[in-house]
């Protein structure tokens, strides 16, 4: 073989092997795409599945309804309805006084075995209420020995201001970055009075109780907010910590005490119903429930993932468990959470933590909007929240 045809042929082979790597290209292209086309038709036969899964699940119960609207689901726990659709399922709640519940969409949760309890006459526990305050209602203002300093707001532990250049910054990172230099820190409490919104969450939750004829248990969270900024301060020495904790205390008191006057008030609007209230102050009962709610903490695995701040684990364990008061202090099977929608996470982490100790149903109602029309009443400014009287209530 000449050079000449020696070259041909090299030259015409090179050409096939491009060919055929081409080729080879092109077909793993199109199995992979085949690959791709055969892996989303398993994942939307497996979608639809799911779907259908969820949609029977939310459909327990609400068979014989002629309202539903099992597809409008909330954090994968609660589903939206109307108070109609609440009152055909449990008729006891289709008495109630208050016009506007039937105004506005509800959030419910386990609402079929609510009405199986109701119908076999089970005991009935209920809780909710108030937060102890809202955004800008109670402020802390951490001075340093160089003359700075910060303020923050005490119901989300979040730097004070509107300038959002400055970036997000929390009460507990600030005190790690400058722990050695807080000189000093003042309070400023500037709640004065109920909101709408802290009022109609005991309003609701005694109507509906005095409707279905069951025990309540209403939290004020001071035990919790007090651990919540004692975990903030991290470790700041007991010289500093103590005066700041002992203001806050005494400040956390004068609003819990506002909560009281209206409980009472609200409870002589419905006598005979059997109301217990938790605070800080009512050693014994605090006792009571920490004690009870002792073996489904330690034995629940859910336990470390309810936060990533190791300080306000205490805090968040209070919130949470709260809510199965009625099943620690009277020993029910059912307890229903009368709520905002805000504390839908608060009772699916609760069901959580007890498993099927007892059932927990949940009755959510939207936020209302302050007087700027823009935000709710809980998360407004303070000059636009507008405090209430017992006498502008009942």
């Keep these: 073989m000449g050079v000449v045809e020696l070259e041909e042929m090299l030259e015409r082979n090179h050409a096939e092997s491009a060919a055929v790597k081409k080729y080879i290209r092109k077909e793993r ?22 779907l259908e899964e969820s949609y029977g699940e939310a459909m327990k119960g609400y068979e014989d309804s002629p309202v539903h609207l099992p597809f409008l689901r909330y954090k994968n726990r609660a589903m939206v309805t109307s108070y109609a659709n609440i009152a055909r399922m449990v ?16 959030l419910t949760t386990c609402l079929g075995d609510l009405r199986r309890a109701v119908e076999q006459g089970e005991a009935l526990g209920m809780v909710g209420g108030p937060c102890l305050f809202g955004q800008d209602e ?67 939750l ?5 409707l279905l004829k069951a025990r309540v248990v209403v939290p ?15 470790g700041l020495d007991a010289k500093r ?72 684990m205490d805090a968040v364990i209070d919130y949470i468990t709260m809510l199965a008061l009625p099943h620690y202090l009277y020993g029910v099977n059912h307890v229903i959470q009368l709520d905002s929608l805000d504390e839908t996470d608060s009772g699916r982490k609760c069901q959580k933590i007890h498993g099927d100790a007892f059932c927990l149903h949940s009755l959510l109602y939207p936020e209302f909007l302050s007087r700027d029309k823009k935000h709710t009443i809980y998360n407004a400014r303070f000059e636009d929240k507008e405090y209430m009287t017992l006498q502008d209530g009942i």
């Design 220 to 234: 004020l969270p001071d035990l919790s907010y007090m651990k919540n900024l004692s975990g903030s301060l991290g």
């Design 91 to 106: 008729p006891p709640l289709g008495g109630s006084r208050l016009g506007e519940l039937w105004e506005f969409p509800w």
């Design 29 to 50: 292209k199109k199995e992979l795409l085949d690959k791709q086309k055969e892996i989303r038709r398993i994942l939307r036969d497996e979608m639809h599945s799911r």
């Design 138 to 204: 109670v402020l802390i203002h951490v001075r340093l020995s160089d003359g700075s300093g910060e303020w923050f707001d005490l119901s989300c532990n979040k730097r004070c201001s509107t300038d959002s250049s400055e970036g997000e910054l929390s009460l507990e990172d600030y005190m790690r970055q400058n722990l050695a230099m807080v000189e000093g820190m003042e309070i400023q409490n500037r709640k004065t009075g109920v909101t709408r919104q802290e009022y109609i969450s005991l309003l609701y």
């Design 206 to 210: 005694f109507e509906a109780a005095w």
């Design 241 to 312: 910590r103590e005066p700041i904790m002992e203001r806050f205390r005494q400040e956390c008191y004068k609003i819990t005490d506002l909560f009281l006057e209206c409980i009472e008030g609200l409870k002589k609007a419905y006598p005979g119903l059997l109301v217990t209230v938790l605070h800080e102050r009512d050693r014994e009962l605090c006792s009571l429930f920490c004690q009870k709610r002792e073996p489904y903490i330690r034995n629940s695995s859910y336990m470390r993932k309810l936060t990533s701040r190791e300080g306000r």
